[in-house]
């Protein structure tokens, strides 16, 4: 891990946000994207976890408390800690949480593949969560706003049509720093502020331990590839370390895939989103 | 949409010292009968429903409406403001030609009701070429048509793609509804247009004292300072212009969001000495009035001769040695 400070640009902190500006133009983004295509309500996967605490907070200030449902769905080897965040997260925002226990579902299925490794089992995880909030969706008429942060789309570290999966995303262009700079301005909890973060697959898994890499570092070496487009070589000349810059490198290129929508066989002289191309709000 | 009335005075912040001459300004204006003369006018920040042109064009009319009841001579539409702008392949979908009865909705109006309009559309032309083009209608008329030159294709815009580009910076006698006892010459930059300096010196060389800027510009860049990038680069760029040219600065943005791009509004009016004088705080839809004074043109020209002093002949003769050049390889 990279302790070289960067040698220049010190004093600039390229990931600062204007909470409030930013707060408000999400608000009114949630508001717009619900109501023009005819929905009133939202629903969230709520973890506990600072980006779906954020996005759940952002949607109760832009839509109201009614119009928020918060759903928690544990499996029985969740920290016990991120129910009572998630309870307090819901507390501070004046909405109630509906709690799924997704352990009878993804036990019943793994008693048939016992042998599936921790990865498989968190895919399903997250798999069954998004099937549970669809569902919900459809019957609390409300629409499913997605968590993923723009640090971990980038890094691929999501399961595809799990957590990935959502109809509006508020935070997918801010950065884990920047969603705790947001987070802290909205008030919310201590612990969620202050807790390591974690896919909470099971007790003591963390994000930083599973990617080899710190928010902080990674975070800024993503802004600098990313948004200013530099090269590898003019990061790494930056002070940062040279092995993590490649490895970053590399999750982001082979988690492309997940970024993008299936690939379809060009046959015809209008493939979808090839030559056919309209907007995702044609005719809002 | 709510109506906001420009409140007396300078907007503090903006208020800037002159800069060196840098464009090439100036020839016309014509002596003025009036230098006491004022006109109002209203900029009206608008979200349009993308291509519903029908759902459009009826919130243009009801707008045009309030406008003129608040005694505006002109109002103007943000860029694409009867179509949306994101269009991609909807564009020969909403595409309008200059006869059909959405612009004759628009002329009926501007006659009725004694208003001048600007209102962008998607243009087609008799090759069936599609242009994002801007109207300036006035008295039953299409007084003056700008097709918008530069066309971005970069970053989140696509523009030429889908449509072609414009040829020509033209002024125009702007009639503001005949509510102005003087003339006034006005130009139109459709947002890029406003990014070449080229296209700004080409209106203030033919006279204009009103350069009239509808746009679509989404807000992105940083998040820093209570403004994204390009809400501070319009800022640079709008006073700037309006300062140097010595002339007003109309800045029509829209509101709204198109597959989660915000834009940003921040419509406004800039005076001859680069002063904004009235300014929407904020993103929401709004029809902003203001009274443009003649008089503020006379004293930004007189404090400030840069149209007077500026070298054409130098920058003609550089012009002509640089074609040549390149002309020759």
């Known amino acids: ?284 | 949409m709510v109506l906001e009335r420009s409140r007396p005075g300078v907007i503090p912040h903006a208020a800037g010292e002159p800069g060196e001459p840098v464009g090439e300004p100036s020839i016309v204006p014509e002596m003025i009968a009036n230098p006491a003369g004022s006109v109002t006018i209203a900029l009206a920040q608008f979200y349009p429903r993308l291509g519903d042109v029908a759902a459009n064009l009826a919130a243009h009319l009801t707008t045009i409406d309030g406008a003129a009841a608040a005694g505006a001579g002109l109002v103007v539409f943000p860029e694409l403001s009867l179509t949306g702008y994101f269009l991609k392949d909807q564009v020969p979908e909403v595409a309008l030609t200059i006869d059909s009865s959405e612009v004759g909705a628009l002329r009926d109006a501007s006659r009725e009701r004694g208003v001048d309009i600007v209102a962008g559309l998607i243009l087609e032309s008799g090759e069936h070429r599609f242009h994002n083009a801007a109207l300036y209608i006035s008295g039953g008329e299409v007084v003056h048509v700008h097709r918008k030159v530069y066309l971005p294709t970069y970053g989140l815009f696509d523009e030429q793609r889908y449509v072609a580009a414009g040829d020509r910076f033209r002024a125009f006698d702007a009639p503001l509804g005949g509510r102005a006892d003087h003339r006034w010459r006005a130009g139109i930059l459709i947002c890029e247009d406003l990014w070449h300096p080229s296209a700004a010196s080409l209106l203030a060389r033919q006279g204009v004292d009103l350069i009239i800027c509808p746009s679509a510009s989404p807000g992105r860049g940083q998040l820093q300072g209570e403004a994204l990038g390009t809400a501070s680069s319009y800022d640079v760029m709008t006073r700037t212009y309006a300062q140097l040219f010595t002339t007003y600065v109309l800045y029509c943005n829209r509101s709204g969001f198109e597959d989660g791009v915000g834009f940003w509004g921040g419509s406004r009016v800039v005076d001859p000495m680069g002063a904004v004088v009235a300014e929407v705080r904020g993103t929401h839809e709004s029809v902003l009035v203001h009274s443009l004074e003649r008089s503020a043109i006379r004293r930004a020209r007189v404090a400030y001769p840069l149209l007077r002093d500026e070298r054409n002949d130098v920058n003609d003769a550089e012009t002509d040695r640089l074609r040549r050049r390149h002309a020759r390889g």
């Open chain 1, 1 to 284: 891990m990279s302790t070289t400070p960067r040698p220049i640009d010190s004093d600039a902190d390229t990931l600062a946000v204007d909470a409030p500006f930013v707060i408000e133009l999400l608000r009114g983004f949630i508001a717009d994207g619900v109501r023009k295509v005819g929905f009133e309500r939202v629903i969230v996967g709520l973890s506990g976890g600072v980006d779906s605490s954020l996005v759940t907070a952002l949607a109760v200030s832009s839509l109201g408390a009614d119009s928020v449902v918060a759903l928690f769905m544990p499996y029985r080897s969740s920290d016990p800690q991120s129910l009572i965040d998630a309870l307090a997260v819901c507390e501070s925002v004046g909405i109630k949480a509906e709690i799924v226990d997704i352990t009878p579902q993804v036990d019943t299925y793994f008693d048939r593949f016992p042998d599936a490794d921790r990865t498989r089992r968190g895919n399903k995880m997250a798999r069954e969560r998004m099937s549970i909030l669809y569902d919900h969706s459809m019957a609390e008429r409300a629409l499913v706003l997605g968590t993923s942060n723009k640090t971990e789309l980038l890094l691929g570290y999501g399961t595809l049509f799990g957590d990935m999966a959502s109809a509006l995303n508020p935070i997918g262009d801010l950065y884990k720093t920047q969603v705790y700079a947001l987070a802290r301005a909205l008030g919310l909890p201590q612990s969620v502020l202050t807790k390591a973060p974690s896919a909470d697959l099971w007790v003591g898994q963390s994000d930083e331990d599973e990617l080899g890499m710190r928010y902080a570092v990674v975070d800024q070496v993503l802004h600098l590839l990313i948004d200013e487009r530099r090269s590898k070589a003019e990061v790494m000349a930056l002070g940062f370390d040279a092995a993590e810059v490649d490895a970053i490198v590399a999750r982001v290129r082979g988690s492309q895939y997940k970024r993008r929508p299936p690939v379809i066989a060009k046959l015809s002289n209008r493939t979808i989103d090839r030559e056919f191309r309209y907007p995702r709000d044609w005719g809002r």
